[in-house]
Nanobody, 129 residues
């Protein structure tokens, strides 16, 4: 069983930066992990996914502003967010696939929330103009 806990969210002005962390307990080695976000009334959308080798794939949301990284020795996933915009205001979630499932073979599948088995509770990011 994998448990995930996000931290690092908060309020920031447009143009600022935040670094989100996701602490994992349980077996995440080899597992694909990812970051998603959601605003009330809208579907959860992918930001990016990362495999155990540190290779990352991103949706247009990231557009060079967001970067995934992971430290499996620390069981931690990170999301560095730069040049934040008010449109980035959302609840941010980290996720992990179960059973050591990989990512990168088909990112259109990887970017679907349904392809992930474990989720954190989320951390709120609010960007003011």
């Amino acid at each position: 069983q994998v448990q995930l806990a996000e931290s690092g969210g908060g309020a920031v002005q447009a143009g600022g930066s935040l670094r989100l962390s996701c602490a994992a307990s349980g077996y995440i080695y080899w597992s694909c992990m990812g970051w998603f976000r959601q605003v009330p009334g809208k579907e959860r959308e992918a930001i990016g996914v990362i495999n155990n080798y540190g290779d990352g794939w991103y949706t247009d949301i990231a557009k060079g502003r967001f970067t995934n990284s992971r430290d499996d020795a620390k069981l931690t996933l990170y999301l560095q967010m730069n040049n934040l915009k008010p449109a980035d205001t959302a609840m941010y979630y980290c996720a992990a696939k179960g059973g050591g499932a990989r990512c990168g073979r088909d990112t259109q599948v990887d970017f679907q929330p349904g392809s992930f088995d474990y989720w954190g509770q989320g951390t709120q990011v609010t960007v003011s103009s």
